[in-house]
């Protein structure tokens, strides 16, 4: 382009290169299980661009990669980052705002466990406890229906617990845990 006698070059580095069969597949794929988990396909999708990114990315070329709507990767990236799995940084010279997911599988893995367990178990525990309060107010109630929503209860609680102790121990100890058991049963 020129203007006045003075040649402009516009060119646009591209901050996210072509994915690779490889990438293309991860994030097919992890869209597939976040659908199947009750996850936007999307929000899994970009979760996935991200995780697999070696650099932060803005969120142009996270639609431009994907193929899909600026807003939504809008709306992806704010759900990603309530779930405190994909954080904003900022890059130097780019007044843009990139993103990136935590890396550590470790620790990404009990933050989707906390917010799962924020958002189903214990709601479905307290559900429980309000069920079994109201049954035992109610006269006609049906001692199978009783005996079975404390056994519901008790598994509820039998694995938060569990849940909660497994929580507090430190990632090297947990994965020692879990090796341990693969041993236990011959794995």
Request: net charge positive; charged share 25%; glycine share 6%.
């Amino acid at each position: 382009m020129t203007t006045d006698g003075l040649v402009i070059s516009v060119t646009r580095e591209l901050a996210m290169p072509q994915l690779t069969p490889i990438q293309q597949r991860f994030i097919l794929h992890w869209g597939e299980m976040g659908s199947r988990w009750g996850i936007n396909r999307t929000i899994a999708q970009v979760h996935a661009l991200l995780y697999i990114s070696a650099k932060p990315i803005h969120a142009e070329d996270i639609a431009e990669t994907l193929q899909v709507a600026r807003s939504n990767v809008s709306n992806s990236v704010k759900e990603l980052q309530g779930w405190g799995i994909v954080r904003m940084v900022h890059v130097m010279g780019d007044k843009r705002d990139h993103f990136e997911s935590l890396h550590d599988v470790w620790e990404l893995f009990r933050i989707v466990l906390d917010e799962r367990k924020k958002r189903e178990v214990d709601p479905t525990l307290m559900f429980l406890n309000d069920c079994l309060i109201e049954a035992g107010k109610a006269p006609n109630e049906s001692a199978v229906t009783i005996q079975r929503l404390e056994a519901l209860r008790d598994f509820f609680r039998t694995t938060n617990s569990w849940y909660d102790i497994v929580r507090r121990l430190p990632t090297q100890a947990l994965g020692k845990l879990l090796r341990g058991t693969d041993k236990m049963f011959g794995r």
